[in-house]
């Protein structure tokens, strides 16, 4: 089975500029988190969403960042217009719904803004 | 608010030997589970073991075991017969409530020399 797919997996832009980074989930599995890594903080959680639906978006740093997800099957994050303190590992996780138990990641998306 | 602690930010030990990796947790919540993750250079985020925290026997797979003391809140890794391969990060990671997001520790780096 395809396990959580993420693109891309290394991205290299200058500030200002605009960034998508793409989730495909397992299938069946209806909670989706974006994970943001850093050295100076680690992993944080910077927002999930539970049946497509955003339940918590406190951990989103700022209104530059934005995430979607239309359906079931896929998600984005964006970062509009992105800064060089920006860059980090993002990795997208995804688990059955509603029950305790481990997040599957992806093998998440490296983010340099020069 | 629940917080993971790993107070180890580095161990190197010599092929074949155990190692114990050390974490401590809190929360307020009741049922939750404990993971452990590894992060090797390719950076991908691995499950090694998870503890659900109603059970009290310990969890074990192949060289991993945990050793959870619920009263201390403590949830240590022992990694037996260290091999090369076991060099990476390692993650304590703690899941509860309401099926949010893992919260992670910092992370141990664990070295293993030949």
């Known amino acids: 089975d395809a396990g959580v797919i993420q693109s891309p997996r290394h991205e290299v832009t200058e500030m200002g500029q605009e960034v998508t980074l793409r989730c495909k989930p397992i299938s069946g599995h209806n909670s989706l988190f974006w994970y943001r890594q850093t050295m100076m903080r680690g992993l944080e959680l910077l927002i999930y969403f539970n049946n497509n639906v955003p339940i918590d978006d406190s951990g989103m740093p700022e209104d530059r960042f934005s995430a979607k997800m239309p359906n079931a099957s896929f998600s984005t994050l964006k970062i509009q217009p992105s800064e060089p303190r920006d860059s980090a590992v993002y990795f997208c996780?995804?688990?059955?719904?509603?029950?305790?138990?481990?997040?599957?990641f992806g093998e998440g998306s490296r983010l340099t803004v020069l | 608010a629940q917080t993971v602690t790993q107070s180890q930010p580095e161990m190197s030990v010599q092929e074949a030997e155990t190692v114990t990796l050390s974490c401590t947790y809190d929360?307020?919540?009741?049922?939750?589970?404990l993971f452990w993750y590894k992060q090797p250079p390719s950076r991908q985020m691995i499950l090694v073991i998870r503890?659900?925290?109603?059970?009290?026997q310990n969890a074990t797979e192949n060289r991993f075991s945990v050793n959870f003391q619920k009263a201390a809140k403590s949830f240590s890794l022992k990694i037996s017969d260290s091999q090369l391969g076991d060099t990476a990060m390692y993650f304590c990671?703690?899941?509860?409530?309401?099926?949010?997001?893992?919260?992670f520790g910092k992370g141990t780096h664990l070295i293993i020399q030949p």
């Open positions: 996780a995804s688990t059955p719904g509603g029950i305790l138990g481990e997040l599957f």
């Open positions: 990671a703690l899941r509860g409530g309401g099926a949010d997001g893992l919260t």
């Open positions: 503890q659900e925290a109603y059970k009290q």
């Open positions: 929360t307020s919540e009741s049922n939750y589970y």
